[in-house]
């Protein structure tokens, strides 16, 4: 089997990359909705990947997995690495988690990172009514994640949240505030923390979703101050989301300063970047995410690797969509023991939804999804229903 064409389109806000072969079989892989510019990046792999067996995944991925980077720039590698697992299913007839040492559980737990509506402010009731909300969807989430600090609207709305510079109207995805924050703004988040708590109680685990931007010092003090609250997390507070680097020896410090558990690699391309985080005992939850780690097959490397150093696993995928989703799901059940759940992505326009095939009508139940026993990734887009959406310059993409 040979490929023939790597192809990209925007359809709503995701990057849908399609590869196509020689047998008619064709394998997708989907980027962030919050990274539609990325459509050149995944097309200048065109030239290199035409010709080679996509079922030799990692003959091609070492062709191109030294051109990404941190996110952004590993998106363009790990959606092409996920339609090639695709593939590589698809030509086996079994489901991708198969090739990737089978399955250890029949159901994957998920965690709420996407099932959200508008806050109403940043005040404690709002941050206790917003979880309330969470507690009553249909999904009956187990552990809810929620933005404070500078992962928030709060460095803006609450006055004198920090002594750093804040971004106004910064115009991308991305921008980060940092500073030092003030006495208001550090007993602002725990009366946010005490509000939520009053409402979950241990019915619904807590993480939060911190940064970047805090300085150490600040990190430690708070770690602590939360250590009576048995939050599941705070992840992000020194580095994360678009920084690209990771700061192993500052994490560290503030691992050992608290019992809360610190989190953090969302933003982390490939083994090699998660290599000191893991062996320094640096943190005690790492979340890398396949849309962006460079695919599924490393997330599963880092996976086992932090597991022989007693770090917990919990994959970030809030933007990856419902294709997204589907890798998510492979990979994390063939997952160790050290896993804890995945963050779950819904459909970033509700039409999605109508495009995939494969989906059940009810995903998640009680934090739990069932695996998708279709070949490759297990899920597919209705060509027809998703033309509607296509840029005239894609015209061509589902041919």
Known sequence: MKITDLRCAVIGKHPIVRIVTDEGLHGLGEVEYTKPYLKPWVLHFREALIGEDPTDVERVMLKIRQRGSFKPYGAAVSAIEHALWDIAGKAAGVPAYKLLDGKVRDQVRVYNGSIRRKRTGDRPEDYAADVKWMMEQPQNFFMIKQGISFHSNMKDTIEGFHYGVTQKQAGYHGAMDQGMISERGFNHMLDCVIAMKEVLGDKVSLALDCGPGWMLPDAIKFA????????????????????????????????????????????????????????????????????????????????????????????????????????????????????????????????????????????????????????????????????????????????
């Open 224 to 399: 602590r101050a939360v250590e009576k609250y048995n939050l599941m997390w705070l992840e992000d507070m020194l580095t994360g989301d678009y920084v690209p680097w990771v700061n192993p020896q500052a994490y560290r410090e503030l691992t050992t300063s608290t019992s809360t558990p610190i989190h953090t690699g969302e933003q982390i391309y490939l083994r090699h970047n998660f290599k000191e985080l893991i062996e320094t005992q640096a943190v005690r939850v790492i979340g890398p995410d396949p849309a962006d780690i460079g695919g599924i097959a490393e997330l599963k490397w880092v996976a086992e690797h932090a597991h022989m150093h007693s770090i917990l696993m919990a994959p970030h995928g809030t933007a990856n969509g419902l294709l997204g989703l589907g890798a998510l799901i492979n990979v994390c059940a063939t997952l160790p023991a050290n896993y804890i759940a995945f963050e779950y992505p819904s459909a970033s326009d509700p039409w999605w939804e109508d495009l995939v095939i494969g989906l059940p009508s009810q995903i998640v139940t009680d934090s739990m999804v069932d695996l998708l026993e279709a070949p490759g990734l297990g899920l597919d887009i209705d060509a027809e229903a998703a033309r509607k959406y296509l840029r005239e310059e894609d015209a061509g993409f589902f041919d």
